[in-house]
């Protein structure tokens, strides 16, 4: 694998409803980030991980969201009780270690009906 | 706080004219600072980074920005526009670890035969 791999490419959900969305950071990258791409608000950080710790979550807009990293590697960005203003392309980059280059995934795009 | 300001959300040009896309930034110590760019439906490449080695930044597809500290300014030029150059531009600054970026609002850029 030589990227920044997420999954779904593509989600549409109702809102109230529960999503997940998956990252697969580059191999031997330990600093993985999260941040949203939308209409309204254009790129925002959302979290950052170093390991499986956030030690930065500011970004994050409300409890609703919530992020974990297990094993170093794959992260999980949740969001609970989709509202329609959750509707974005949320992009994970991951990077060797903090100060290095963020190289970024493909995104997964989401719509809340 | 830092910010970025990316001015003009279009920029057209013809084909082998000068790109000049335009990024000014706002931090109280000295910045990380990078272009990304962005294809259609593709996630953000970086284009080249300024770390305060060298003033004059040269990236990939002969682009290349330099950093003004006395006008807080990353412009990005590249002295022939190709049609494959079009796409948007982010501008974006970091100062502190961990490194999160702080993206402007981007620019999009047309190229015309």
């Known amino acids: 694998g030589a990227g920044v791999s997420q999954s779904p490419s593509n989600k549409v959900t109702e809102k109230g409803k529960d999503v997940e969305l998956r990252c697969d950071p580059i191999?031997?990258?330990?600093?993985l980030y999260w941040y949203r791409q939308s209409l309204g608000q254009g790129l925002e950080f959302l979290i950052y991980?170093?390991?499986?710790?956030?030690?930065?979550k500011s970004g994050l807009p409300s409890d609703r969201f919530s992020a974990e990293r297990t094993g170093g590697s794959v992260s999980t960005l949740t969001i609970q009780r989709t509202q329609q203003e959750d509707s974005a392309v949320y992009l994970c980059?991951?990077?060797?270690?903090?100060?290095?280059?963020?190289?970024f995934g493909p995104g997964t795009r989401l719509l809340v009906l | 706080a830092q910010s970025v300001t990316q001015l003009g959300s279009h920029v057209s040009v013809s084909e082998g004219a000068l790109v000049l896309l335009r990024c000014n930034y706002s931090?109280?110590?000295?910045?990380?600072l990078f272009w990304y760019v962005q294809y259609p439906n593709q996630g953000l490449q970086l284009l080249l980074k300024?770390?305060?080695?060298?003033?004059l930044v040269k990236g990939i597809n002969g682009f290349e920005a330099e950093f003004k500290k006395s006008e807080t300014s990353f412009h990005l030029t590249k002295p022939s526009a190709h049609m494959s150059d079009a796409a948007e531009y982010f501008c974006?600054?970091?100062?502190?670890?961990?490194?999160?970026?702080?993206f402007g609002t981007g620019t999009r850029l047309q190229v015309f035969p």
């Open positions: 980059a991951s990077s060797l270690g903090a100060g290095e280059t963020q190289y």
């Open positions: 974006a600054v970091s100062e502190t670890l961990p490194d999160k970026l702080i």
């Open positions: 300024y770390t305060s080695a060298a003033t």
């Open positions: 191999s031997g990258h330990t600093a």
């Open positions: 991980f170093q390991g499986n710790s956030a030690p930065d």
């Open positions: 931090s109280s110590v000295p910045p990380y």
